[in-house]
């Protein structure tokens, strides 16, 4: 299936590893130049070369914090000195801390709101502009299945990706008719560190091992495994292709079946 990526410009956040080092490669593999960003200078530049070597594309690496409105005027500036243009938006970023409420002063909500919402909201203000005027875009939410059932003791996550989800779908109302498509892709538990993380801090939270918590978490999952990066990314690159056009404002998980809800 042509993608119709070719030629196309794809910024995706937080891209040194994990599920952004996925999309990004997937993107790249399609045809598109792409623009990757995160804090990490070393594994940035490491990722930037590895993707660069395994698909043959123009892989651009910014450090950048996009927790920080500098940090987003850098990757924008940055991105479209090179390019030119910016097609692709990825809004993607690191989970904030777990906790249970009492745990989580407000500063720690309001940095968990820069890190997830701001974030989302200030990249796409920067690159929104362009789209609007080539009519033609696609903006992707990089969010959480907490957004649709909550998990236990992700108080932020599940707080600030549900507020994410509500901007996200709002905003494809009111550029849908510029040819933009806004959507938000949902990981479940994938093999990541931020999962890694996440299960370490239960385990010492109830005082088991982390691999009981793995176990734990796959049997609520119906295909009893958690997912690979690159089943997540190849369906994010699907909602950026030319194939995904007439999709906009949906949530889609990728969960194996985790999230129990019909819609």
Known sequence: MDFGLQGKVALVAAASKGLGRAIAQELASEGASVVICARGEATLRRTRDEIAQRTSADVHAVVADVSTLDGIDDIAAEAVKRFGRVDILVNNAGGPPSGPFEQHNWATWEAAVQLTLRSAVELTRRVLPGMRERRWG????????????????????????????GW???????????????????????????????????????GIEPEEVQRRIEAQIPMRRIGKPHEFAALVAFLASERASYITAQSIAVDGGWIRSLL
């Open 168 to 206: 996200a779908r709002t905003l494809a109302n009111e550029v849908a008719s510029d040819g933009i498509t806004v959507n938000s892709v949902l990981p479940g538990f994938t093999r990541t560190e931020r999962v890694q993380e996440l299960n370490a801090a239960t385990a010492k939270r109830e």
């Open 138 to 165: 696609r903006v992707l939410n990089v969010t959480s299945i907490a957004a649709k059932q909550p998990i236990d003791g992700l108080m932020l996550s599940n707080s600030v990706r549900s507020a994410v989800t």
